[in-house]
């Protein structure tokens, strides 16, 4: 154990980066969100230690202190999920469409046709009693699997 005394008390700044190293790894390998905290802690602590040597006890006071405050303010101020996890996934194709406009290119019967939204051609069903005519413009509401309900724009 002397030797990782002496090597600290010689080299603080390569501990602190291999340390901030490994929990980045960690986090890398894991995608848990809750490694990459300690990590940055650990990289800003390489830097303290240019500034403050030979205060072991400070550092790791410091280090426990930055580590614990970034984790909470990033889970209570950071978005879980890219989404923010009420809204459409991004690579959902389909139910991205709701709320754009297009028009018929297939005329509505029995409340059943085909519009154009986005450079495709889709399925539809009016949302509504009246049918859109060809070449209505309409406003997709939601997304039922492959099919759009669509409502006069």
Avoid: C
Wanted: no cysteine.
């Amino acid at each position: 154990m002397n030797w990782l005394i002496d090597l600290y008390g010689t080299h603080p700044y390569w501990i602190w980066l291999a340390v901030a190293a490994v929990f980045l790894a960690g986090e890398v390998s894991s995608g848990s969100g809750w490694l990459l905290w300690p990590a940055a802690s650990s990289a800003f602590m390489a830097l303290l230690v240019l500034v403050l040597p030979d205060i072991v006890p400070v550092h790791l006071v410091v280090w426990a202190a930055l580590t614990i405050a970034t984790t909470i303010g990033a889970r209570r101020y950071f978005p879980r999920t890219v989404s923010g996890g009420t809204g459409p996934d991004i690579n959902d194709n389909i139910a991205r469409l709701v709320g754009h406009q297009g028009a018929v290119v297939e005329a509505f019967r029995n409340g059943e046709g085909r519009v154009f939204i986005d450079g495709k051609e889709w399925a539809a069903v009016s949302d509504g009693d009246a049918a859109p005519r060809l070449d209505d413009k309409v406003m997709v509401v939601a997304a039922e699997g492959a099919v759009l309900r669509v409502r006069p724009a």
